[in-house]
């Protein structure tokens, strides 16, 4: 990873790793926290709240990086402390609704954008999503503090540059057109094609199998 900053002319600390624990028992994490990790990624709710509960004192943020159902919004804001795929207006609504009965301060996410056209991926499709993005920027409940995507596993090197790099340029028009918004995120970038990712921007790569090993 630092050598991907570093050919890319950007110093390694712009970038950090977001370890992906979905699928490894609750003991990875306590290996991951031993090792200075201070956040993981998990992709379903209850997985996360079982992790939780079984190590309710082990100091590490949950990053909810998965698709979450508009049902589940209230328990996933009590397990997770950042989601960082929200991705359509009623989803940010309803996690605003549900953190203002909870009395809780916003909550910080991340919009996921899809960048791909691919519809499997999830995510706002990126030709409209400034002004999505800016709806979501109106709910006083949560704190949009960048973007997120996922690229196709089969895409080639090329398209990779140009569907991270678009990505990029999102964020970009967030910060112009957009008042007030002051996120800096780009959470980008897996095993197969974080160096890409990087290279393009990246501040966070989301690294499971590459740093964790094959998940069960
Ligand atoms: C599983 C997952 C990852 C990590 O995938 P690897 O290829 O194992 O690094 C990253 N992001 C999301 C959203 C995932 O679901």
């Given at each position: 990873?630092?050598?991907?900053?570093?050919?890319?002319?950007?110093?390694p600390?712009?970038?950090?790793?977001?370890?992906?624990t979905?699928g490894?028992?609750?003991?990875?994490?306590?290996?991951?926290?031993?090792?200075?990790?201070?956040?993981?990624?998990?992709?379903?709710?209850?997985?996360?709240?079982?992790?939780r509960?079984?190590?309710?004192?082990l100091?590490?943020?949950?990053?909810?990086?998965?698709?979450?159902?508009?049902?589940?919004?209230?328990?996933?804001?009590?397990?997770?402390?950042?989601?960082?795929?929200?991705?359509?207006?009623?989803?940010?609504?309803?996690?605003?609704?549900?953190?203002?009965?909870?009395?809780?301060?916003?909550?910080?996410v991340?919009?996921?954008?899809?960048?791909?056209?691919?519809?499997?991926?999830?995510?706002?499709?990126?030709?409209?999503?400034?002004?999505?993005?800016?709806?979501?920027?109106?709910?006083?409940?949560?704190?949009?503090?960048?973007?997120m995507?996922?690229?196709p596993?089969?895409?080639?090197?090329?398209?990779?540059?140009?569907?991270?790099?678009?990505?990029?340029t999102?964020?970009?028009?967030?910060r112009?057109?957009?008042?007030?918004?002051?996120?800096s995120?780009?959470?980008?970038?897996?095993s197969?094609?974080f160096e890409?990712?990087?290279?393009?921007?990246?501040?966070?790569v989301?690294?499971?199998?590459?740093?964790?090993?094959?998940?069960?």
């Amino acid at each position: 990873m630092a050598e991907a900053a570093i050919a890319a002319g950007r110093p390694p600390e712009s970038v950090s790793i977001l370890p992906v624990t979905k699928g490894f028992p609750s003991e990875k994490l306590r290996d991951i926290v031993d090792a200075g990790f201070q956040a993981v990624g998990e992709n379903r709710v209850g997985e996360a709240e079982a992790k939780r509960d079984l190590i309710p004192d082990l100091d590490v943020s949950y990053h909810m990086i998965g698709h979450l159902q508009r049902n589940k919004a209230a328990t996933a804001i009590r397990v997770f402390d950042r989601i960082d795929s929200v991705d359509s207006v009623r989803l940010a609504r309803r996690l605003d609704t549900v953190g203002a009965s909870s009395e809780r301060p916003a909550i910080p996410v991340l919009v996921q954008v899809n960048a791909s056209g691919e519809t499997s991926k999830g995510g706002l499709p990126i030709d409209d999503a400034v002004g999505t993005i800016r709806s979501i920027c109106e709910l006083d409940g949560l704190r949009v503090q960048g973007l997120m995507t996922m690229a196709p596993i089969d895409a080639d090197d090329r398209r990779l540059h140009e569907i991270f790099g678009s990505v990029r340029t999102c964020l970009e028009l967030c910060r112009e057109h957009i008042a007030g918004f002051e996120g800096s995120e780009l959470s980008m970038g897996m095993s197969g094609d974080f160096e890409i990712a990087i290279a393009e921007g990246a501040t966070q790569v989301r690294l499971g199998t590459v740093l964790l090993g094959e998940r069960r």
